[in-house]
Every structure is written in structure tokens, then in C-alpha cells.
């Protein structure tokens, strides 16, 4: 299985995205499974990881239904408030449905960059551990820090850092990133995701030969075993082609044999999220 960790579907005229700038801003418009379904199949990908990219509760069933009529949606990632005191009985729904795989929230946008040590937030993480329901961490370097307080009150919990912790590329800023990343990737349950790097570059001016100093330094400290490839379509968009991503990532890597590649191009998102193939 060839799959895409990660990558978004949204409806801006239904639900609401924070973070989105308004039209005419080419990410603001309808985003469905038959607009990257071609993408995939041309690509000899069996599927992807739909993540979430709005806060709001309807959101999570908006992407369930979608998975529920589109056999290229592996699993979703989903948003759940994991302050509110009821998240049990939310997740009890959500795991009603085979393709809900996990949960994420918009961390890097909290003003707080000590948001997920708050004690609500950990008692809500801890019913995921309970639950063995994986969660995506989307930070940026100054979160990193505070992980390693993360994965000690969490020592059970799956985890994956989105888009490597989106490190200033652009700028080529890699020390403070690569130590702190350094720091947590040596918790067995925390994974990476391979992910978001062209928009950290320079979006018209981008090489790959950028990619490769954060990429290599990433595969060195969690291996093949906990690397997965995520193309973060359609944001990716604003840089780059789906197509040219892969490509990209794949110029990075480097070499590998059959086997590393497929578990970065597949084998680890599944053992990871659990999906059902």
C-alpha cells in the first residue's frame, strides 16, 4: 500500500476555517475527494490520511461521511475539543466509525506556546492514551521545547509531529529545531510526518536541495520506521503540485531499498493510525 499521510478536504461556504484568508486567496474554495482522487491514482497511491483543518464539532462528520462514500480515504483525522469535559462520550461516537483514526488540534495558532501542558487539555489527551486513538501534534520550533513534558505525562500515547515542526526553511535556520527535535525523537512512541516543507521554503523559489539538510536529519533520528510521507495537498498548492512534492521528498531522501521505501510511502502511517486495509 502506497499512502498519503496527510493531506485535507474542506468547504469553506459550510464550515469555518480560522486560519483561512479570504477570497479571492486560491486555498479559499470547495476542496473534495474528486479534485486529488486522479492525482493518487496516476501516482499508484491506494489512498490517503484526511486531517482536519477546521475546529468546529461538524467538521468530524463532514469528513466521516466523505470517507464513508470515498474508498480513497484511508482514514480521518479528526478535531475534538479535548478541553471539554464530555470528550469521552464524544469519542464514543467517533469510534463508532471505522475510518475515524485520530485527533488533532490547531496547536501552532494557540497564543499559548505552552497550550498542550494545560491540565484540561492532558485530561483529555489521557483519554486518548485509555483509548489508543493516536494524536497529531502541528507545532513550530517554539513548541518543541515543552515536549518532552508531553511524552513523559503521555508515555503511552501514539504520536506524530505534522510537517517535521515546520522549521524555518526559507531561511535555512536549523539549529535550535534540530537539537529539540533531537530531544524527542528518542520516546519510541513518537512518529514524523514528512510533510509541509515547500511552503516553509520559499514558495516560488524553492529546491530541493533545501528539503535535504531537515529531511536527512529527520530520517536519522527516527528511521524509516517512524517516517511517514504526507503531501499536505491542497496547501501544498500554494508552492507546488502534489506531483512535485513526491518528487521533492523523494530527491531528499535519497536512496533506500524496497523495504525503507515501503514503509515511508505507506507501511509506517498504517501501522500507526491502525488502518484498515
Known amino acids: ?8 478536504y474542506w468547504n ?3 464550515l469555518k476555517y480560522s486560519w483561512m484568508a479570504p477570497a479571492p486567496h486560491p486555498l479559499r474554495r470547495i476542496y473534495l475527494p474528486s ?3 486522479p492525482t493518487l491514482t496516476q501516482n499508484t497511491f491506494d489512498g490517503s490520511v484526511v486531517v482536519q483543518a477546521a475546529q468546529v464539532p461538524a467538521e468530524a462528520t463532514w469528513l466521516l461521511n466523505l470517507a464513508s462514500q470515498h474508498k480513497s480515504i484511508l482514514g480521518v483525522v479528526a478535531w475534538v475539543d479535548l478541553k471539554d469535559a464530555n470528550v469521552g462520550k464524544i469519542l464514543d461516537q467517533l469510534q463508532k466509525h471505522p475510518k475515524f483514526v485520530g485527533v488533532r488540534h490547531l ?3 494557540e497564543p499559548d506556546v505552552r497550550w498542550m501542558l494545560q491540565p484540561e487539555v492532558i485530561r483529555g489527551l489521557k483519554e486518548l492514551e485509555r483509548r489508543k486513538v493516536p494524536y497529531d501534534l502541528l507545532l513550530r520550533p517554539p513548541h518543541l521545547p515543552y515536549v518532552p513534558a508531553l511524552l513523559e505525562k503521555l508515555p503511552d500515547l501514539r504520536m506524530v509531529v505534522d510537517h517535521i515542526a515546520k522549521p524555518n526553511i526559507k531561511e535555512g535556520i536549523f539549529d535550535g529545531w534540530a537539537q529539540d527535535m533531537e530531544r524527542i525523537a528518542k520516546h519510541p512512541n513518537l512518529y514524523c510526518k514528512v510533510s509541509g516543507m515547500i511552503t516553509e521554503a520559499d514558495p516560488k523559489n524553492w529546491k530541493s536541495e533545501q528539503l535535504a539538510p531537515y529531511v536527512q536529519h529527520v530520517l536519522k533520528l527516527f528511521s524509516f520506521d517512524r517516517l511517514m510521507f504526507g503531501s499536505d495537498w491542497p496547501v501544498c498548492t500554494l508552492a507546488g503540485t502534489w506531483k512535485e512534492v513526491l518528487a521533492a521528498f523523494t530527491q531528499a531522501l535519497g536512496p533506500q531499498n ?5 514503509k515511508i510511502l505507506g507501511s509506517t502511517a ?5 488502518l484498515k486495509l
Open 1 to 8: 500500500m502506497r499512502i498519503d499521510s496527510h493531506q485535507h
Open 270 to 274: 498504517a501501522k500507526f493510525y491502525g
Open 258 to 262: 524496497a523495504d525503507e521505501r515501503a
Open 107 to 109: 496547536i501552532h495558532d
Open 12 to 14: 469553506p461556504d459550510l
Open 35 to 37: 479534485d486529488l482522487e
